[in-house]
């Protein structure tokens, strides 16, 4: 939303590309929980409280910098 409504093309580049490298960590986390079976699980989880969640997820050793790697793998291998 911010992005859209930005005076340049700079400026609405900027969130973007401050949230890229978290959006790919999700991306990862999503193709992680895919692939062992999680994703519905996942999904149907209250997210009103992330911490909850989050706290569970990060102390089973998901670490950003392997999910966002993870990512970036697949999208090599498609």
């Known amino acids: 939303m911010v992005a859209e409504g930005a005076p340049t093309s700079e400026a609405a580049d900027y969130p973007n590309d401050l949230f890229e490298p ?17 994703p519905d699980e996942a999904l149907s989880l209250d997210l009103r409280r992330p911490q909850d969640y989050f706290g569970r997820v ?3 050793v998901f670490r950003a910098e392997e999910l966002a790697r993870h990512g970036e793998e697949a999208d090599e291998a498609a």
């Open 22 to 38: 978290t959006a790919r960590a999700i991306d990862g986390l999503e193709r992680t929980l895919g692939a062992v079976g999680l």
């Open 58 to 60: 990060w102390s089973t």
